[in-house]
């Protein structure tokens, strides 16, 4: 099966997020799309990062009845920070039967250098590549790239966490169920700590 893997902090998942997995899986030969919940990303700031059990579970509540995207805790069991090409060698160990592609936008592209062995990610994994308002792809690194135009909303997770903290409505940009989950469990409303249940 050819399965596209979708890696984020989804911190938390939105609109935006499940607009890309949609779009990619209508304009590409993907049959599936799983959605790999990173517990910490070396590449960014974790301060603001809630619980990956909470994140994981927010993300199953936005794709609930879409049997076509998958939320996937790989990375909780494998050593932290999470390196995206330790995540692709145990996937490819584990599930020989697939064929795994990488779905990131242009942004995060353009900066795969920073990623860790990220040559040896671009010559053995395809990649789709959607665009991101101001981020041109410039470089290919002679990477097997498909670029994608999708329909993209100007949502991010940062103003939406903000938007919260501030007593703000952010019915619209994530699905009610999700909606529902944040406010009756109060994410996002208390300072948060980088803790990980075992």
Known sequence: MNIGLYFGSFNPIHFGHLIIANEVLNETSLEKIWMIVSPQNPLKNNTALLNEYDRLQLVRLA???DNRIKA???????PKP???????????????QHNFSIIMGSD???NIENWKNYSEIISNYPIVVYKRP??????TFNAS??????????????????????????RYLVPENV???????????KKLKN???K
Request: charged residues 30%; glycine residues 4%; proline residues 3%.
């Open 63 to 65: 794709i609930d009845g």
């Open 72 to 78: 996937v805790d790989i990375e909780f069991k494998l």
């Open 82 to 96: 999470s390196f995206s090409i330790n995540t692709l060698v145990y996937l490819k160990e584990k599930y020989p």
């Open 108 to 110: 995060s592209f353009q």
């Open 134 to 139: 101001g981020f041109k792809i410039l470089k």
């Open 145 to 170: 790239i498909s670029v994608l135009d999708t329909p993209l909303l100007e949502i991010s997770a940062s103003k939406i966490r903000t938007a919260i903290k501030n007593g703000k409505s952010i």
């Open 179 to 189: 909606l529902e989950e944040i406010i009756s469990r109060r994410f996002y409303r």
């Open 195 to 197: 803790t990980t249940k």
